[in-house]
């Protein structure tokens, strides 16, 4: 079984995203949608180990500066509740290499909010670009859409969403 504990990074450059369209996976949750780079905790790791791990295997590059920026909690219908490290890097060596889970594409942020994002990636997106202190987001989803978003244990309209 699979870790409840994941990691989710955006690695940063000259005012871009790398970002990773998930197009490769079979019965894939993230199928087709924008993401970063991360993924599930393996036996014994710390969420900077898997941070590291994730990135290097997905990327090729070894991140050398990284802030964590929040945990987000997920809860979706069908789905194991998940619990996720949020990550910013705007360090890195190495060269980028092709991706097993699909396409990685350095995305200008001002252009993030028009690809296929789900709607709570817009939120914590949104507070990382007002550089907001550490955060905790609970997100609930019932297929596609988000029903339920909470901000540091207070619940947050829909309005407040995007």
Request: charged share 25%.
């Amino acid at each position: 079984m699979k870790s409840p504990l994941t990691t989710l990074c955006y690695v940063e450059k000259d005012e871009q995203y790398l970002m990773l369209h998930r197009i490769s996976k079979k019965n894939d949750v993230n199928k087709d949608k924008w993401i970063g780079i991360g993924g599930h905790f393996e036996d014994g790791e710390s969420p900077e180990e898997c941070l590291l791990r994730e990135a290097k295997e997905e990327t090729g590059l070894t991140l050398t500066a990284w802030k964590f920026r929040g945990i987000v909690t997920f809860i979706a219908n069908g789905w194991p509740p998940e619990y996720m490290c949020l990550y910013t890097a705007d360090g890195f060596t190495g060269e980028m290499i092709s991706c097993t889970e699909g396409t990685l594409e350095w995305v200008p942020k001002s252009e993030l909010m028009n690809l296929n994002l789900w709607e709570g990636d817009k939120i914590f997106l949104k507070l990382m670009a007002q550089d907001a202190p550490f955060f905790s987001l609970k997100l609930m989803y019932d297929g596609d859409t988000l029903t339920y978003a909470s901000l540091d244990g207070r619940e947050i309209t829909p309005e407040a969403w995007i």
